[in-house]
Protein backbone atom coordinates (compact mmCIF):
# COMPACT_ATOMS: atom_id res chain seq x y z
CA UNK A 1 0.00 0.00 0.00
CA UNK A 2 1.16 3.45 -0.96
CA UNK A 3 -0.40 6.74 1.28
CA UNK A 4 -0.15 9.94 -0.85
CA UNK A 5 -0.39 13.55 1.05
CA UNK A 6 -0.16 16.63 -1.31
CA UNK A 7 0.45 20.32 0.19
CA UNK A 8 1.18 23.58 -1.69
CA UNK A 9 -2.19 24.31 -3.19
CA UNK A 10 -3.53 28.13 -2.80
CA UNK A 11 -5.02 31.23 -4.43
CA UNK A 12 -2.31 33.12 -6.42
CA UNK A 13 -2.10 35.48 -9.17
CA UNK A 14 -1.89 35.54 -12.77
CA UNK A 15 2.40 35.39 -13.17
CA UNK A 16 2.84 33.66 -9.65
CA UNK A 17 4.15 30.73 -8.77
CA UNK A 18 3.60 27.63 -6.53
CA UNK A 19 5.57 24.64 -5.53
CA UNK A 20 2.87 21.02 -4.95
CA UNK A 21 4.50 18.35 -2.54
CA UNK A 22 3.48 15.16 -2.55
CA UNK A 23 4.66 12.82 0.39
CA UNK A 24 4.44 8.97 0.61
CA UNK A 25 4.87 6.16 2.50
CA UNK A 26 5.19 2.99 1.84
CA UNK A 27 8.28 0.87 0.24
CA UNK A 28 8.15 1.62 -3.00
CA UNK A 29 8.25 4.78 -3.97
CA UNK A 30 11.95 4.97 -5.58
CA UNK A 31 10.79 2.33 -8.24
CA UNK A 32 7.02 3.82 -8.73
CA UNK A 33 6.22 6.34 -11.35
CA UNK A 34 4.89 9.55 -10.00
CA UNK A 35 2.82 11.67 -12.04
CA UNK A 36 0.70 14.81 -11.16
CA UNK A 37 -2.59 14.90 -12.62
CA UNK A 38 -5.33 17.63 -12.42
CA UNK A 39 -9.30 18.57 -12.61
CA UNK A 40 -10.91 21.60 -13.24
CA UNK A 41 -14.94 22.06 -12.21
CA UNK A 42 -16.71 20.39 -15.21
CA UNK A 43 -13.76 19.00 -17.04
CA UNK A 44 -11.84 15.37 -16.94
CA UNK A 45 -8.63 14.63 -15.24
CA UNK A 46 -5.85 15.52 -17.23
CA UNK A 47 -1.97 14.04 -16.69
CA UNK A 48 -0.11 17.59 -16.22
CA UNK A 49 3.50 15.49 -15.77
CA UNK A 50 5.67 12.62 -15.19
CA UNK A 51 8.45 11.23 -13.31
CA UNK A 52 9.36 7.61 -14.10
CA UNK A 53 11.76 5.84 -11.09
CA UNK A 54 15.02 6.64 -13.75
CA UNK A 55 13.71 10.58 -13.16
CA UNK A 56 12.73 10.80 -17.47
CA UNK A 57 9.76 13.00 -17.79
CA UNK A 58 7.49 14.45 -19.46
CA UNK A 59 4.87 17.15 -19.56
CA UNK A 60 1.19 18.08 -20.74
CA UNK A 61 1.95 20.73 -23.64
CA UNK A 62 -0.33 23.51 -21.89
CA UNK A 63 2.83 23.12 -19.27
CA UNK A 64 5.75 22.07 -20.62
CA UNK A 65 8.37 25.24 -19.99
CA UNK A 66 6.36 26.15 -16.85
CA UNK A 67 6.31 23.54 -14.97
CA UNK A 68 9.23 21.11 -13.42
CA UNK A 69 8.30 17.48 -11.93
CA UNK A 70 10.90 16.65 -9.65
CA UNK A 71 11.64 13.85 -6.86
CA UNK A 72 13.22 12.69 -3.90
CA UNK A 73 13.84 9.53 -3.19
CA UNK A 74 15.57 9.71 -0.09
CA UNK A 75 12.44 11.80 1.27
CA UNK A 76 9.80 9.60 -0.57
CA UNK A 77 8.68 13.00 -2.08
CA UNK A 78 7.57 14.45 -5.60
CA UNK A 79 7.21 17.98 -6.13
CA UNK A 80 5.70 19.98 -8.91
CA UNK A 81 7.39 23.53 -9.04
CA UNK A 82 4.45 25.63 -11.30
CA UNK A 83 5.95 29.22 -12.71
CA UNK A 84 4.35 31.49 -15.06
CA UNK A 85 0.58 30.43 -13.56
CA UNK A 86 -2.49 31.32 -15.71
CA UNK A 87 -6.25 31.21 -14.59
CA UNK A 88 -6.42 27.88 -16.63
CA UNK A 89 -4.24 26.31 -14.20
CA UNK A 90 -7.01 26.49 -11.45
CA UNK A 91 -8.02 22.97 -10.66
CA UNK A 92 -7.73 20.57 -7.54
CA UNK A 93 -3.99 18.95 -8.68
CA UNK A 94 -3.62 15.19 -7.41
CA UNK A 95 -0.73 12.97 -6.92
CA UNK A 96 -1.19 9.96 -8.61
CA UNK A 97 1.68 6.72 -8.17
CA UNK A 98 2.19 4.18 -10.16
CA UNK A 99 3.90 0.14 -9.68
CA UNK A 100 1.36 -2.48 -11.37
CA UNK A 101 -1.80 -0.60 -9.38
CA UNK A 102 -2.59 2.72 -8.80
CA UNK A 103 -2.26 4.96 -5.89
CA UNK A 104 -3.97 8.72 -5.11
CA UNK A 105 -3.68 11.35 -3.11
CA UNK A 106 -6.73 13.17 -1.73
CA UNK A 107 -5.64 16.45 -3.95
CA UNK A 108 -5.09 19.83 -3.21
CA UNK A 109 -6.25 22.99 -4.68
CA UNK A 110 -4.99 25.52 -6.72
CA UNK A 111 -6.54 29.10 -7.89
CA UNK A 112 -4.93 31.13 -9.91
CA UNK A 113 -6.54 34.94 -10.16
CA UNK A 114 -6.52 37.25 -12.75
Known amino acids: QVQLVESGGGLVQAGGSLRLSCAAS????????MRWYRQAPGKHRELVAA???????NYADSVKGRFTISRDNAKNTVYLQMNSLKPEDTAVYYC????????WGQGTQVTVSS
Open 51 to 57: ITSGGST
Open 26 to 33: GSIFSIAS
Open 96 to 103: NAFHFLDF
